[in-house]
Structure formats: C-alpha cells, structure tokens
C-alpha cells in the first residue's frame, strides 16, 4: 500500500544500528556478544543533571516547552561556548535541539534545494550524507587518506568546492576515525573557506572533550573569527556528559539561521523535553572535572586497544588524537578465508564474520565512505575490550 517516497529512497539503515541490531538478535539466542559497534559512552550521566531533572519534576516543569530551549538553558549553552570557545552568541543564536542530529537535520533541511552540494570529509559519519539526500540536496565526499592521519588537506577541501556548495561539514575529533585537528591544520582550512565566501560551515563538535596527550581542541570560529558569520557550531550533552538517551543538542550561529532552523524545528518536534534542559543545565554549569577524569579513563583505553590491534596479524592501527573510536586498516586481511570458509572480500565481510565466528560486533569502514577499514569503539568497560582484541586477534590469526 505504501511505497516510500523519492526524498527516502537513496538512504540506508545505519550501518552501526544494523550491526547492533544484529548483535542483539544473536544475543537474545544466548549468544555473548562483546559489542565494539556503539558510539555511546558507558559512563553514568553525573548525579547533579538527574537530581536537577527530579527537582524540576517535582516543581512541576512539565509543560510544553519553548520550541528554541528555554531561556535558562540558551543562557547555560552561552557560558559555555564563552568558556570553552571563546564565542559569544547571543541568546537569539542560540537553539536546542533533540540531540545534535536534529541540529544538523535543521540546519541541511532549511537551507538546501536540489541541486546543492554539501562537501563532507571521508570518512565521516554515516548520516551526514543521508541527512544530505533526504533534502535532495548532493554530497560530495572530501578524501581524509590515513598518510594524513584522517584529516582533511587544503587542497582536497578546495578540489571539492563548486559554485553549488552550499555547505561544509567538519566534524574532528572525527567518528569514525577519531582525528583531530591542530589550530594550525583548522588555520589552513579556513584559509580555503576564506577565499570561497557562498559556503557555510557546519562543525560538529561532539566529541570536544575528549582529547588526549595534551592536544588542544579548537573549533574554527574561534580560530578565524572573520568565518563567524558563516558557521553553525553544533555540540551537546550526549557524549562528553554520558547523556545519549536525554537528547539535548545546541547549537551557535547567525540569527538569521537559528531562525530558519527553528521554524524547521517547529515542524518536526518542537521543543525538547524539559526535564532534560533542566538535567543539561546542571551538566553545563556544574564541575567540569569529571570531563578530564573521564577523558583519561578513554585514553588509557585507547592506547590499550591500539597496541592489541595491532598485534591481529594483517590489521594496522592509528593512534587518533580524540573521540572514542579507532579505524583499523584491514587490507591484509582482504582476499583471505576465515576459519569458518568465509571468504573475506571486502570490509563488510570481515565485520560480519567477526561477528559471526568470534561474536564481536564492529562496523565496517565502507558504511563510512572508506575501505577497507572497521570501527573500534572502546567506549566500553576494559574487561569486554580485553576479550574483544583477544577475539579480533583469534579471528585474524585463522585467516587464510
């Protein structure tokens, strides 16, 4: 009876809520799954932002909200960005949205007609793009090659500007690779955008917070302010505060387009829950050490993952600078047969027989617009990250 319509039918499940979709059928059967697939810290959400919801329950915050945030919250969300960013946003450039993919969802679906491009640097994550096409709009893949530790060049960014770009997407720390960039190497980049004054910038600043060895993270509005009027600076409370499931996103930038976005908004969900804006208040305003106490938590994870990948016969593995993800090269893996008679042609094979022989779930780096690479989220306790390289390991070793 129903068939789905134009604007619907290029886009894919995501690849990562397939594999943990499957990942939980096999677990339902019996099976011990070590799950290495989901972006999605494993840390409590702090005990101030859930008694600051219970409080506003309480006190009877339970009514409809205002469609762009409270005023409370946009006021929290501009200390914020002042503190952290040195970025001063008005309370009017300023929108909450349910989670940080509303945000980008606004932003592409007010502002993109068929026939524009948004340039996104690959790999990136997977629903950019399909956020992209579901405005009918172009996305135009930007080559991020591992000889550059993931991150995007000047000169690959300039190849991939047109007259049709309407958009830029940074997102660094990266999923899926965990790449960051230096204020040097974001320097350079705003340069191209400089010389190109019809493209706007998106940059998904999620994983700020989490950086290692000292890096120093920055956004690029902060490090050109001459940019500023043609950057939306989206974050939220997912992944530094552990509070994926309370789906509180923000975002910074010209009046014009927080008003168009929000009227986009309007249609779609309205506002977001209070109770959340409450629990994301307390988040944003409370102590902030448990943002570096958890960072190196991460860290040791990350180097712990690193070195046992790299010791699964045909993986190569990059140390990123941020995030909670590691990209394994696996083209030593190519070509070859598993244990179980699975032949291993490409990267979705090797995830899928993972998963199947060894029952460790992983996404493949195509979902991600590179090959042939898999996905390693160690946003996970440190037994399961154990077991899973140890699994990753075995799988690896009986290749042949």
Not at 67 to 80: E, H, I, M, N
Not at 135 to 159: I, Y
Not at 167 to 189: H, K, V, Y
Not at 339 to 366: C, M, N, P, W, Y
Request: with cysteine.
């Amino acid at each position: 009876m129903f068939e789905a319509a134009d604007r619907i039918k290029t886009v894919k499940i995501s690849a990562s809520a397939a594999m943990t979709d499957r990942a939980r059928e096999l677990r339902a059967q019996g099976v011990k799954i070590i799950s290495l697939s989901s972006g999605e810290p494993d840390f409590a959400t702090p005990s101030h932002a859930i008694e600051a919801a219970h409080r506003a329950a309480l006190a009877g915050d339970t009514k409809y909200p205002p469609q762009d945030g409270t005023k409370a919250l946009k006021a929290a969300v501009q200390r914020k960005f002042k503190r952290d960013n040195q970025l001063d946003y008005e309370l009017d450039e300023i929108l909450i949205g349910n989670g940080g993919k509303q945000i980008i969802f606004d932003a592409i679906m007010a502002t993109c007609n068929p026939g524009d491009e948004v340039v996104i640097p690959a790999p990136g994550w997977i629903s950019y793009a399909d956020m992209v096409m579901v405005a009918q709009a172009t996305p135009v893949a930007a080559p991020c090659p591992e000889n550059n530790q993931f991150k995007l060049r000047p000169e690959d960014l300039e190849a991939a500007i047109t007259p049709q770009t309407k958009w830029l997407i940074l997102n660094f720390p990266n999923n899926p690779t965990g790449a960051a960039c230096s204020r040097a190497e974001m320097q350079d980049l705003a340069d191209v955008l400089l010389r190109h004054p019809h493209v706007a910038v998106l940059t998904d600043d999620m994983y700020e917070h989490l950086i290692y060895d000292g890096f120093e993270f920055c956004t690029i509005a902060e490090v050109e302010p001459r940019l500023r009027e043609r950057v939306l600076t989206v974050n939220g409370a997912s992944k530094a505060y552990a509070m994926t499931g309370w789906r509180v996103g923000f975002c910074g930038g010209p009046k014009s387009l927080i008003a168009l976005m929000n009227n986009m908004q309007g249609q779609a969900t309205n506002g977001i829950c209070t109770l959340a804006q409450a629990a994301a208040i307390a988040a944003l305003d409370g102590p902030q050490d448990l943002l570096a106490e958890r960072a190196e938590i991460y860290r040791g994870r990350r180097d712990f993952v690193v070195e046992q990948l790299k010791l699964a016969p045909g993986v190569l593995c990059h140390k990123p600078e941020g995030a909670f993800y590691v990209f394994p090269n696996i083209a030593g893996c190519i070509g070859r047969t598993s244990k179980g008679g699975r032949k291993i042609e490409t990267d979705t094979d090797f995830v899928f027989a993972l998963l199947q022989e060894q029952h460790v779930a992983t996404v493949q780096g195509s979902a991600y617009g590179m090959s042939p690479y898999f996905r390693v989220s160690y946003a996970t306790d440190m037994e399961s990250l154990r077991e899973g390289c140890r699994r990753i390991q075995e799988f690896c070793s009986g290749l042949r």
